[in-house]
């Protein structure tokens, strides 16, 4: 059978592995399925993807400094994507070698995001349908590939090549012996494996829809 679907996170967090944080993920793309066993309980697949459009959106930093010695100036500065968005408000005092006493706050946070484009393969996947003879059939999956992107993600110094791996659980609604529609939840995390300088990772949680046909 094959499938064509979309996929979405509007989030991330420390699911299971992974650390950054506030990142989005769409993918599109399409999946090919080969029956390996079926009987009256279980049907089991081969089930891997290609994603020719993976974007991932990453939160950018901004960076304020409130300057109240020797006198009050405020400096505005964006810089690259961060691994936690959590508000950090930093003091700072010094006498320079002038003996000129300079003070203020050091504010650090997000503002904006930056996407970027992507393609990725699953070439290890599995799926096993539950109640094979019903028309609507519960369903768990696998899957194992790579990504690569245009630039590095999450962080400006963990590479544009990454690893993934998903598992989830669905359901699967048959409109015909040779139509479907899937409709699943999954864990998906993306990470270098220590290939690159930075491996934070991202752990998102995916809605996926899928069309499935040609049985």
């Known amino acids: 059978a094959f499938g064509v679907f979309g996929a979405y996170s509007g989030d991330s967090s420390h699911i299971v592995l992974g650390d950054a944080e506030k990142r989005k993920l769409l993918n599109l793309g399409v999946s090919y399925s080969r029956r390996l066993f079926l009987d009256h309980r279980v049907n089991w697949q081969y089930d891997g993807e290609l994603i020719p459009v993976a974007l991932e959106g990453d939160p950018v930093s901004r960076y304020v400094v409130r300057e109240t010695?020797?006198?009050?100036?405020?400096?505005?500065?964006?810089?690259?994507?961060?691994?936690?968005?959590?508000?950090?408000?930093?003091?700072?005092?010094?006498?320079?070698?002038?003996?000129?006493?300079?003070?203020g706050s050091f504010d650090t946070f997000c503002h904006g995001r930056q996407w970027t484009v992507g393609e990725a393969m699953s070439p290890i996947g599995s799926q096993l349908n539950l109640l094979p003879r019903r028309k609507t059939q519960p369903f768990v999956s696998g899957h194992g590939g790579y990504m690569y992107s245009t630039q590095a993600i999450p962080l400006a110094f963990a590479g544009s090549f990454n690893f993934t791996f998903d598992v989830g659980a669905g359901v699967e609604f048959y409109r015909s012996p040779k139509r479907s529609i899937r409709a699943e939840y999954r864990y998906h995390h993306i990470s270098n494996h220590g290939t690159a300088t930075d491996n934070p990772g991202i752990d998102n949680g995916v809605v996926q829809l899928s069309?499935?046909?040609?049985?």
């Open 211 to 215: 069309y499935v046909f040609g049985r």
């Open 69 to 103: 010695s020797p006198k009050v100036v405020t400096t505005t500065t964006d810089g690259g994507p961060m691994i936690s968005c959590a508000p950090v408000t930093t003091s700072y005092s010094y006498t320079d070698q002038g003996g000129v006493l300079h003070s």
